[in-house]
């Protein structure tokens, strides 16, 4: 009952001004969070040249160290004497005279994603290719944090541990720190790509719906149990900026977790709460795929209209595995409709994201849906990843993102509870583009961690006021604005052609005379021609490799180690870990502090969600899914065949039951 009494006080607080600390204070770190992540970003873009590339090769043979293998330069164990939180909580407490972690400040670590492990040493070059062009930015990321520790020590934290993200799962971070994700052949399991503040930085703020076929034919392959990993993908990448929401379908749609036809916002508790519900998907019935579309624009025109949106760029993913149970005119005509609402409204209609999974996946109304209406077609087998497939939508407005105008965008993330030490904190997070061809291309994003104790003490106070004032701010930050977004109609190939395979993908283009002569360019970065990257081997040394977390990580406060000089058993000897430091220290006190967090910005959201009392109920006769009688069908009608030659409004589509509600376990 004490617990949940502060979840009260909490959600309180969160709606109460707070007139104490120094809101000036705060806000300068927040401008100066910015500047360092712009900064940063902007830096990376100048190694982004085929010239800086060739340099860059030439020096990184045996010059990285891998996360889960290398063993760092020379690694210092500075505890919480230092700055505040420098310690690894599996290690211990970070005080004097106990146990904490190593960092090496030094050097920055380099990890790769599952979908592009191979055995060290035998990378492929375009991994390659990424690790020895990052690595000219080192020296950078040293001269950052050097310059930022005057600041800092100011409000007795350290500067911000940050690092780059690639596109193609390539990570580098400095400080160097041993890595908790890594397998028993030393590789990590960290794939940046999927992580909340990338997806953030790449995308912007966004409304997404899911439209997921769960007919009976997805009982075939495990089709369902792919679903359900692509779409929980999907939803918790989202951020603290983004609204979502997920519809079923088979023979009629459903409004998972929900009947009010209002989109979430994406905070950690309404994102996880719909993983349960993904999770409870049991496939039957037919493929209407009316029903699912139909399901998503009412659930857009509600949010729409009483707010429940970013007001920024709008999405359907659609998937499904079947040939289509009802009227493909239908279809369209419901489409157009809509859309015609969207340009009425001096607003850019949904784009539409259509995926055929499976081997006997119907292909032609999906690809010619994406076609008609400015979406985009992918095609998944069996056997191939849907997950993949799917998170790769950001790409889409990672290119309109691109625009020279967006230069100052910056994301912020839901805070979250840091790996390293259990401190709370938020990530600022800014795209990198290389801008050597005509269209900008995504190379990854930028991430610095801010710890929330620095801000509280930038406001004065350290305590639960400080704190939701704090929360508020990010919450504001992360909804502020929305990117400029122009895509040409030769970009739109681009991203069919080339969107989830870096290789073509040829049957997903619509217009292919919308480019130049030169062709469809693709949305790989810039490359070095003339140096031969088969010769090169990445790491200085595999001396961990096998080592347990707790031998690569653990130390003594104070301590100082130089590679190369302690063997397996001498670090097995010297390995600090205090009593109880994780299991109890960690797991519970993160969990309480999880819930309290996720509390406060639940209340947060609640105080600024705005709703209208107007009903938006309307009494209608339905035919076709296509309101006959008011005033949107009416002047569509009226309208259509000037905005949309040759599409013609149908009424044949039979009229829908009503959603069956979720009954799913929870």
Request: with cysteine; charged share 25%.
């Amino acid at each position: 009952m004490k617990l949940l009494g502060q979840v009260y006080a909490l959600l309180f607080c969160a709606c109460t001004p707070f007139t104490n600390g120094s809101t000036g204070a705060l806000e300068d770190m927040f401008e100066r969070m910015t500047s360092d992540t712009l900064e940063f970003a902007s830096y990376l873009e100048t190694l982004l040249t085929e010239e800086g590339k060739c340099d860059a090769i030439q020096v990184c043979s045996e010059a990285n160290y891998d996360s889960c293998a290398s063993e760092f330069p020379l690694l210092e164990c500075p505890g919480n004497d230092v700055s505040y939180a420098i310690h690894v909580d599996e290690c211990g407490s970070g005080k004097k005279g106990g146990c904490g972690g190593f960092f090496d400040f030094t050097a920055s670590k380099v990890s790769l994603a599952p979908s592009i492990w191979t055995a060290l040493g035998s990378e492929e070059d375009h991994v390659k290719d990424t690790v020895c062009w990052t690595l000219a930015a080192e020296k950078e990321m040293i001269r950052i944090f050097d310059k930022a520790k005057d600041y800092w020590d100011t409000y007795s934290v350290s500067p911000p541990v940050f690092y780059f993200g690639a596109d193609n799962g390539v990570f580098r971070q400095y400080p160097a720190t041993a890595e908790k994700s890594c397998n028993e052949e030393s590789n990590s399991s960290y794939d940046p790509r999927v992580r909340p503040w990338y997806v953030a930085a790449s995308s912007g703020p966004k409304d997404i719906i899911l439209v997921l076929d769960i007919s009976g034919s997805m009982e075939i392959e495990q089709r369902i149990d792919k679903l359900k990993l692509a779409a929980s993908r999907v939803i918790s990448t989202l951020g603290i900026g983004d609204y979502f929401a997920v519809v079923s379908f088979s023979d009629d749609a459903t409004q998972l977790g929900t009947e009010d036809l209002l989109l979430s916002r994406a905070t950690d508790d309404n994102k996880k709460a719909m993983l349960r519900y993904i999770d409870a998907l049991e496939p039957g019935g037919g493929t209407i795929y009316y029903s699912g579309f139909e399901k998503a624009f009412d659930i857009f025109e509600k949010s729409n209209s009483v707010e429940v949106s970013t007001s920024c760029r709008q999405a359907i993913l659609f998937v499904t595995d079947g040939d289509m149970g009802d009227s493909e005119q239908a279809l369209y005509d419901k489409i157009a409709l809509e859309r015609w609402q969207y340009n009425m409204n001096d607003k850019k209609p949904p784009v539409i994201f259509t995926y055929s999974f499976g081997d006997s996946a119907p292909e032609e109304v999906p690809q010619r849906m994406a076609c008609r209406y400015d979406g985009v077609w992918s095609r998944i087998s069996d056997e191939e990843n849907l997950a993949d497939s799917m998170g790769g939508y950001y790409k889409y407005f990672s290119y309109g993102l691109g625009d020279q105008r967006n230069d100052d965008f910056v994301a912020w993330v839901s805070p979250y509870l840091y790996a390293n030490g259990g401190s709370l904190g938020t990530t600022a997070s800014a795209p990198v583009y290389d801008r050597s061809s005509e269209h900008p291309i995504l190379v990854g994003v930028v991430g610095f961690d801010f710890t929330l104790a620095a801000m509280e003490r930038a406001l004065g106070e350290e305590g639960r006021e400080s704190r939701d004032i704090i929360i508020e701010d990010i919450v504001e930050r992360s909804i502020a604005k929305c990117p400029i977004f122009n895509l040409t109609d030769c970009q739109m190939e681009s991203l069919r052609m080339y969107g989830t395979d870096p290789t073509g993908f040829p049957a997903a283009i619509c217009y292919d005379y919308m480019c130049p002569s030169s062709g469809i360019p693709s949305l790989e970065s810039v490359s070095c021609t003339t140096e031969d990257l088969s010769s090169v081997s990445l790491w200085d040394n595999v001396n961990v490799r096998n080592y347990s977390f707790e031998e690569r990580a653990c130390c003594n406060v104070g301590e100082s180690r130089v590679a190369g000089t302690v063997t397996l058993s001498e670090v097995q000897e010297q390995m600090c870990v205090e009593e109880g430091s994780f299991p109890v220290g960690l797991v519970v006190g993160g969990a309480v502090g999880a819930v309290l967090l996720i509390a406060i910005i639940a209340g947060i959201v609640i105080c600024k969600r705005k709703r209208s009392t107007a009903s938006t109920t309307q009494e209608t006769a339905s035919i076709g899914g296509v309101l006959k009688g008011n005033a949107k069908y009416e002047a569509y009608n009226n309208d259509q065949q000037d905005l949309f030659p040759g599409v013609a409004a149908s009424p044949s589509a039979p009229k829908l039951p009503a959603p069956i509600p979720f009954s799913g376990r929870v």
